[in-house]
C-alpha cells in the first residue's frame, strides 16, 4: 500500500509535472473514451487540442475566449486566497454588460474618443455595484455570501432580460429583445486584422501581473492571504475582517465587471439577453485550477478555452456529440486536480 | 439561458437589410458547388426527442435521405446565442461548407458578418429579418395551427378557459398567444385565455409547476410554447386536454394530446439544397404556413369529435386558400382599442412586430 | 382552503427535489466536506433511474439505480478529495460539469422513451393523493434530523466536521466517516434526480434538473446547516415560484422578468433577516468546511 506524505515545502519540480501528468493520465482516459466511440485517440486528440488553434483566426479565437474567464478567474482568485467566497461573478459580468452597454446606447451616435474608457469604468463599477450587495450584507449583517452571490446571478441575466425586451429595446428591431448595435464609438476595434482579438486580453495579461504585485508586495495583499489562512492570526494581528470581505468582493467584482465591458463592446456589440454562456461559474474552476495565483490563472483560462474550442472542433469534424466535451473536460480537470497533490503531498510505502 | 433564440420576420424589414447591403447583392454570383455538397447545421439545443431542434434536426436527415452521397451534413448543438455562435458559423464556411442553416434567430447578426467574409457560401438563417446576396431567411407562420389549435380549445373547454405556458415574451410567441385566443373565440366569443411566462425555453420542472397553476385556476386545456414535453405530461397526469408545440407530442399524453401546432422544415430544406446543388439559389425570405407545409397539425385525438375535426379540416383549408385570415379585422386589443376594422387584415409586417394582447387574454403584457 | 390546496400541493411537489439534495449536502458538509457538484450528481441519479425504469425495471427499481449512481459520482468525488487531498470546490464544480457530460452521453438512447409517473397514496378523502417521493423527503428530513441531534454517530459527524484533527486524535475514523457522509449526500442527489426524471417530470433530456442542484447548495447555507431551516427554505424558494405564477395567471400587470427574480430576492431577503440576530449563526458553519485535511498536518 501507498499512503500521502506531506511534504516539508511544495515541490518545484512537481509543480511543474504536475499539468504534464494530468495531461498524460487524460491521454490515457480519453484514448479509452475515444476508442470506445470508434474514433482514433490520437486523431481525436488533434482535433480537440490542433485544429481550433490552426491559424491566425483560431489562435485569436482562442485568446478572445480566454479572456473574459482569466478576467473573472483573477479576481476570484484574490478573494478566495482570502477565504471569500464570491461564486456570482456570472452576475457581476451581467451587471457590467449592462452599465457598459447601457452608455453606449445612451450616448449612441457620439464619436468621443471618452466613450470606450467611459464604458469600460461603467462596466468595472457595474460589477462593483453588484458585488457591493452581498459585502454589504455579509459585513452588516453577517449574511453568508455564497448564497448571495449565487442568487444575485440568478437576478442579473433576468434584469437584463427585462431591459432589452423594454426600455433598451432596439427601435428598429421589430420588437426583438436587443439592443441597437453600437457605433463604431463604442466598439473595440480588432487587434489583429482577421480576428476578433481585442485590446482586452493584453489588458487582462496587465491585470494578472498587477495581481502578482500585489499579492507579492503590497501591505493589503498580505493581510487578506493571512485572514484567509489563519483567520484568528488576522483578528489578533488587528487586521480588519470587514475591509477584507469588501476588498475581496469588490475586486471581484470589478474584474467580472470588465469583462462584461470586454464581451459587450467586443464580440457581441450589442446587448443581448445572454451576454455570457457561463463565464463566471467555469472561472470559479479557473481559479482554482490556477492553484489561486495569478500565473496560473492565465494558464489555467486558456486551457478551459481550449477545451471550449476543442469541443466545437470534434462536433464538427469528428461528429461527437456536445456531451462528449463535457465529459472530457471534467476528466481532464479531474485529472489535473488529482496529480497535484504531489506537489504538497509525496507517495511513500507504508509499512 | 438563451432569451432570444428563434423568431421570425420579414417584409419591410428584409427590404430594408436587403437595401442597405445592395453592394453586396451585385456580387451576387454563388458557384456551382463540387459535389458532395457540404452542408453545416448551428443547433441552438441539444436534439433532443421534441422541440425546436429536432424539428429542424428532422429537416438535416430528410437532406441526408433525399441526396444520399450527393452531400454530406454536419450539425455543431447546444451553441449558445453570444460571441459563440459566429466562431462556428465561420469555422463551417472557413472548412468548406457551401450551405450553412443557422437555426436560431439570436444568430442574426453573426451570420451576416460572416457570410460578408464568405461571399461564395450559402446561409439560410431561421427566424431573422436581415437578408443579403448570400443570405436567405426562413421561417413559418407557426400562427396558423394556433389559431386552428385554439379552435379546438375551446370547443373542448368546459369551462371556457385555456391555459398558455410561455417562455419569453417576443413577438413570435405574442402572436401565438394572440391567434391561439382568436381560434377560440371564433367559436366560443365568451372563451378566456390565461398566460403564464416561465422565462426559460427549457425548464421541464418550472413549464409543470406553471402547468399546474393554470389547471388551479380553472384552465382545462394547455398548451405551451416552451421546448419541453412537461405541459402535456402535466394535463395527462391530471386529466386535462393539452396541445402540443413544435412536435408531435403525442405519446407523452395519450388521453391529453388532443394536437399540437407542428413544424415542418423539410421540404424546404430539400428545396434550398436542390437549388444550390442546381447553381439556381437565390437569396430569399421564405415564411410558409399551412399551405406550404411548414407549419401543420399534428394527428387529431379520437376524443376530439367528428363535427369538430370537421370544422378544423375545413377552417384549415380556408386558411390554405386565403379566405380566412386569423387575425382579419375587426381586431381589438385586451383594452378594447380596435386595431384594425372589419374588411382589413394586419400586414405581415404588423404581425412580426406584435407585442399587445388582444382581447380574451387574462392578464397584461408588460411593456 | 379549495384556492390554496392546489397550491400548497405544488409547493410541496416543487420543493421535494431540493429537499433530498440539500439534506445530503448538509450532512457532507457538516463533516467538513463541500460538494459542489450536486447538479452533476442529480443528472447522473436522474438519467440512471430513468434508464433503470423505463428499460422495464420499474420505479422502485429505477430510484435504487437513481440513488446508486448518485453514490458512484460522489464516490469519484471522496477519492479525489480525500485520498488525492484535490481542493473541494474545483473537484465539485468539475463533477457538475462531468455529470452535465456523462448524463447527456448516457441518455442518448433514452430521450425518445416514456414512462408512467408514480401514482399518489390517497390518505383521507377529499384530500389530493400522496406522492411516496413527498411523503420520503419529509421521512429522510425526520431521519436527518435525529441523526444529527439525537444519535451518536451525528456528535461524532460533527465533530470530525468541526475540528477533524481533534477527532483524529481522539482515534475516530476521520476519513472514513467523511467517505460515509460524502456516499450519503451522493445518494440523495441521486434520490432527487430519480424523483425528477421517474416521477415530477417523468422523461429523460439532457439538463433535466436546470440547475436545481445549485439551488439545493445555496439552499444548505440558507439553513445554517439546520435540517428544519433546510425544509423551511425549500418550501419557500418552492413557495414564491408557485406564488409568482399564480399572480401571473390572475393578470399582475408586473413584468414576468421581476416576477421570476422573487424567489431568488426572497432567499436572500430572508436570510439576511435571520443572519442579523449576530454571529451565533456564523458559527454554525462546520469549522473546517472546504479544507484539506491530512492526518499529518
Known amino acids: 500500500m501507498f499512503r500521502l506524505e506531506a511534504r516539508p515545502a511544495p515541490s518545484t519540480l512537481a509543480r511543474w509535472l504536475a499539468p504534464l501528468g494530468a495531461l498524460l493520465l487524460t491521454l490515457l482516459l480519453a484514448a479509452v473514451l475515444f476508442a470506445q466511440l470508434g474514433q482514433s485517440p490520437l486523431h481525436a486528440f488533434a482535433v480537440f487540442f490542433l485544429r481550433p488553434l490552426d491559424g491566425l483566426y483560431g489562435i485569436g479565437e482562442w485568446l478572445l475566449k480566454a479572456t473574459p474567464l482569466m478576467l473573472c478567474g483573477l479576481g476570484l482568485a484574490l478573494g478566495f486566497r482570502a477565504s471569500v467566497w464570491n461564486i456570482g461573478a456570472e452576475g457581476q459580468l451581467t451587471v457590467g454588460a449592462i452599465a457598459a452597454g447601457g452608455l453606449a446606447i445612451h450616448f449612441d451616435g457620439s464619436d468621443s474618443a471618452w466613450l470606450l474608457p467611459a464604458m469600460a469604468g461603467a462596466g468595472v463599477l457595474g460589477g462593483m455595484l453588484w458585488a457591493a450587495i452581498p ?216 509499512r | 439561458m438563451n432569451i432570444d433564440r428563434r423568431t421570425l420576420l420579414k417584409g419591410a424589414a428584409a427590404a430594408a437589410g436587403l437595401a442597405a447591403l445592395s453592394p453586396l447583392h451585385a456580387l451576387a454570383a454563388i458557384p456551382k458547388p463540387t459535389l458532395p455538397l457540404k452542408i453545416g447545421f448551428v443547433y441552438v439545443s441539444p436534439i433532443g426527442d421534441a422541440g425546436w431542434t429536432y424539428q429542424h434536426d428532422l429537416g438535416r436527415k430528410a437532406v441526408e ?303 | 382552503m379549495n384556492d390554496w390546496l392546489p397550491i400548497l400541493a405544488t409547493t410541496l411537489a416543487a420543493a421535494t427535489p431540493l429537499i433530498f439534495a440539500g439534506l445530503g449536502e448538509l450532512v457532507t458538509e457538516r463533516a467538513g466536506v463541500l460538494n459542489l457538484g450536486v447538479e452533476g450528481m442529480m443528472l447522473i441519479g436522474a438519467v440512471s433511474a430513468f434508464a433503470v425504469a423505463s428499460s422495464g425495471g420499474g420505479l422502485l427499481l429505477g430510484t435504487l439505480a437513481g440513488i446508486g449512481a448518485g453514490m458512484a459520482a460522489s464516490a469519484l468525488f471522496a477519492l479525489l478529495v480525500l485520498h488525492c487531498l484535490a481542493n473541494q470546490m474545483a473537484t465539485g464544480l468539475a463533477l457538475a460539469l462531468f455529470g452535465v457530460g456523462l448524463s447527456a452521453f448516457i441518455g442518448r438512447d433514452y430521450v425518445s422513451h416514456v414512462l408512467d409517473g408514480v401514482s399518489g397514496y390517497t390518505l383521507l378523502d377529499g384530500l389530493p393523493p400522496l406522492d411516496p417521493f413527498i411523503v420520503g423527503s419529509l421521512g429522510l428530513f425526520a431521519l436527518v434530523q435525529w441523526f444529527l441531534y439525537r444519535s451518536r454517530g451525528g456528535l461524532v459527524l460533527r465533530a470530525v466536521g468541526e475540528s477533524p484533527s481533534t477527532a483524529h486524535a481522539l482515534g475516530y475514523p476521520v476519513r472514513l466517516i467523511r467517505w460515509a457522509a460524502i456516499l450519503f449526500g451522493g445518494a440523495c442527489s441521486g434520490l432527487a434526480g430519480a424523483y425528477l426524471a421517474t416521477d415530477y417530470t417523468p422523461m429523460w433530456v439532457e439538463g433535466l434538473s436546470a440547475g436545481r442542484g445549485w439551488i439545493a447548495l445555496a439552499l444548505v447555507v440558507f439553513a445554517t446547516w439546520k435540517p428544519a431551516r433546510l425544509l423551511a427554505g425549500a418550501y419557500l424558494f418552492g413557495g414564491v415560484t408557485i406564488l409568482q405564477f399564480h399572480g401571473q395567471a390572475l393578470g399582475l400587470a408586473v413584468p414576468s422578468q421581476f416576477m421570476s427574480m422573487l424567489p431568488y430576492l426572497a432567499t436572500i431577503v430572508v436570510l439576511t433577516l435571520i443572519s442579523r440576530r449576530g454571529h451565533a449563526i456564523r458559527l454554525n458553519a462546520p469549522a473546517s468546511l472546504g479544507q484539506v485535511w491530512h492526518p499529518d498536518s
Open chain 1, 135 to 350: 459585502a454589504l450584507l455579509r459585513t452588516r449583517w453577517q449574511t453568508n455570501e455564497i448564497l448571495t452571490t449565487l442568487m444575485l446571478a440568478y437576478v442579473a441575466p433576468l434584469l437584463l432580460a427585462w431591459l432589452v425586451n423594454g426600455p433598451w429595446r432596439d427601435p428598429a428591431g421589430f420588437n426583438f429583445p436587443q439592443s441597437i448595435q453600437f457605433g463604431e464609438s463604442a466598439l473595440l476595434a480588432p487587434l489583429l486584422a482577421g480576428t476578433r482579438l481585442t485590446v482586452a486580453f493584453p489588458l487582462a495579461l496587465g491585470l494578472a501581473v498587477l495581481c502578482w504585485l500585489f499579492l507579492r508586495h503590497a501591505y493589503l495583499g498580505f493581510q487578506m492571504n493571512i485572514a484567509g489562512q489563519a483567520p484568528a492570526a488576522a483578528r489578533y494581528a488587528g487586521y480588519s475582517p470587514a475591509r477584507t470581505v469588501w476588498v475581496a468582493l469588490l475586486v471581484g467584482g470589478g474584474c467580472a465587471g470588465l469583462a462584461g465591458f470586454a464581451e459587450v463592446a467586443g464580440p457581441l456589440g450589442q446587448l443581448l439577453p445572454s451576454v455570457s454562456p457561463g463565464y463566471g461559474f467555469a472561472a470559479i474552476i479557473v481559479a482554482f485550477v490556477g492553484r489561486l495565483h495569478p500565473l496560473g490563472v492565465v494558464l489555467a483560462s486558456l486551457l478551459l478555452s481550449l477545451l471550449y474550442l476543442g469541443g466545437e472542433s470534434a462536433q464538427m469534424e469528428l461528429g461527437l456529440p456536445a456531451s462528449i466535451t463535457g465529459l472530457f473536460q471534467g476528466a481532464l480537470l479531474f485529472a489535473l486536480l488529482a496529480c497535484d497533490t504531489l506537489v504538497h503531498y509525496r507517495l511513500r510505502r507504508s
Open chain 2, 65 to 367: 435521405e433525399s441526396f444520399g452521397d450527393k452531400v454530406q451534413t454536419k450539425y455543431v448543438e447546444s451553441v449558445s446565442e453570444g460571441a459563440d455562435a459566429e466562431r462556428v458559423i465561420r469555422d463551417f464556411a472557413a472548412n468548406g461548407h457551401q450551405l450553412v442553416f443557422a437555426t436560431s434567430f439570436g444568430y442574426m447578426n453573426p451570420t451576416l458578418k460572416v457570410a460578408r467574409a464568405f461571399p461564395k457560401t450559402v446561409f439560410e438563417h431561421a427566424t431573422g429579418y436581415k437578408q443579403a446576396a448570400n443570405v436567405g431567411i426562413y421561417a413559418a407562420r407557426y400562427y396558423e395551427a394556433r389559431y386552428l389549435a385554439g379552435i379546438i380549445a375551446a370547443k373542448m373547454s368546459t369551462t371556457g378557459t385555456a391555459g398558455y405556458i410561455a417562455a419569453f415574451p417576443i413577438p413570435e410567441v405574442v402572436m401565438g398567444i394572440n391567434a391561439f385566443v382568436r381560434g377560440m373565440r371564433s367559436v366560443n366569443p365568451d372563451a378566456q385565455l390565461k398566460v403564464v411566462w416561465v422565462n426559460a425555453w427549457f425548464d421541464p420542472g418550472k413549464e409543470r409547476e406553471a402547468a399546474l397553476t393554470l389547471a388551479a385556476q380553472n384552465a382545462d386545456v394547455l398548451t405551451h410554447h416552451t421546448d419541453s414535453t412537461a405541459v402535456v405530461q402535466a394535463a395527462e397526469e391530471k386529466g386535462l386536454y393539452a396541445i402540443g408545440y413544435h412536435s408531435d407530442m403525442s405519446k407523452y399524453g395519450p388521453k391529453a394530446h388532443l394536437t399540437a401546432a407542428t413544424h415542418h422544415w423539410e421540404g424546404f430544406y430539400r428545396k434550398v439544397v436542390q437549388d444550390v446543388i442546381d447553381g439556381s439559389w437565390e437569396s430569399s425570405n421564405v415564411w410558409g404556413g399551412l399551405k406550404d407545409g411548414m407549419v401543420d397539425l399534428a394527428p387529431l385525438n379520437p376524443v376530439v369529435p367528428g363535427d369538430v375535426a370537421a370544422l378544423v379540416a375545413q377552417k384549415k383549408q380556408e386558411i390554405i386558400d386565403g379566405k380566412l385570415h386569423p387575425f382579419a379585422g375587426p381586431l381589438f386589443d385586451q383594452d378594447g382599442r380596435q386595431v384594425i376594422g372589419a374588411g382589413a387584415s394586419l400586414t405581415d409586417e404588423e404581425l412580426l412586430k406584435m407585442n399587445y394582447y388582444v382581447e380574451g387574454i387574462v392578464g397584461k403584457l408588460p411593456k
